[in-house]
């Protein structure tokens, strides 16, 4: 399944929505997406569309996170799939970064 990205300026934070699978095949164009943004501000990447995620797509956050907090930026994960979570939460990287149920919920934050 081919990768979408979509991104939009919400009032509170720059929302960068994915749908798909993210893996070894596809974690580079989300890597571009991310490293292009111009934000020093709040990013939420909403993953709610994401069917599949693996190591390769997880390292695309641990760059973003780094990134993000290079640039005094904030980013902000939103998945509700549980096994695109559980990705999230057995690796610990959802203690790293901000992790939300809903894009509502993440926006709020």
């Given at each position: 399944?081919?990768?979408?990205?979509?991104?939009?300026?919400?009032?509170?934070?720059?929302?960068?929505?994915?749908?798909?699978?993210?893996?070894?095949?596809?974690?580079?164009s989300l890597q571009a997406?991310?490293?292009?943004?111009?934000?020093?501000g709040r990013i939420v990447v909403d993953l709610t569309g994401v069917s599949f995620l693996d190591s390769t797509g997880l390292s695309v956050f641990v760059n973003a996170l780094a990134d993000a907090r290079?640039?005094?930026?904030?980013?902000?994960?939103?998945?509700?799939?549980?096994?695109v979570v559980k990705v999230f939460t057995l690796t610990g990287l959802d203690s790293a970064l901000s992790l939300h149920s809903t894009l509502a919920e993440a926006l709020g934050a």
């Open positions: 399944m081919d990768l979408t990205i979509d991104v939009h300026e919400e009032p509170s934070a720059t929302v960068v929505t994915v749908g798909g699978e993210l893996d070894v095949h596809t974690a580079p997406a991310l490293t292009a943004l111009d934000s020093s290079e640039r005094q930026a904030t980013l902000a994960v939103v998945a509700s799939a549980p096994r």
